[in-house]
C-alpha cells in the first residue's frame, strides 16, 4: 500500500481485502502512521470483532502482496509492547549462542525451558522445564 494520503488509506486497506474477503468492507477508520525508524504504516480499524478474526484468518495470503511487506498484528498497549521488545532481544541474545529459542505469547522457550517476564527486574528468568506452554 503506497498511499501517502491518509483519507484514502481505509480505501487501499478495504481494496486489498476485497480481493481475499469479497463483499465486505471490513475497515472502518485507517491512518498512516511514520515510525521512529521513519517506515511509514498504516493502522486499522476493524467494524467488528468478527471482520477482525476473519483478516487474521487470511493473514498468511497477503504476505507479499504487489512486493510489498503486510503485518496483520493486535494493537498492543505500552507495557506489552515494551514485554515484545525485551522479550525479542532476549532471544536474539540466545540464537547468537547457538541456542534454539521461541517467542510466545510474552514468553521464550529457550532450548526446553521457558523464561517468563518479571515485572521486578523488567527482564525475563528462567522457571525452568515444562512439558506444555506455562500459564501465570
Known sequence: ITTA???????????????????????????????????????????SYDDKIAIFKIKKSLKGHNNEKIFVNNDLTPEEST???????????????GKEVIIHEGKIKVD???????????GFTKKGNFHERPYN
Open 5 to 47: 494520503q491518509p483519507s484514502t488509506a481505509k480505501d487501499e486497506v478495504n481494496k486489498l481485502l476485497e480481493t481475499k474477503i469479497p463483499a465486505i468492507k471490513p475497515i472502518v477508520d485507517a491512518k498512516m502512521i511514520t515510525t521512529k525508524k521513519g517506515e511509514k504504516k498504516i493502522v486499522a480499524t476493524c467494524k
Open 83 to 97: 514485554i515484545q521488545f525485551t522479550a525479542r532481544k532476549e532471544a536474539a541474545a540466545h540464537r547468537k549462542n
Open 112 to 122: 526446553n525451558d521457558w523464561w517468563l517476564y518479571d515485572e521486578t527486574t523488567k
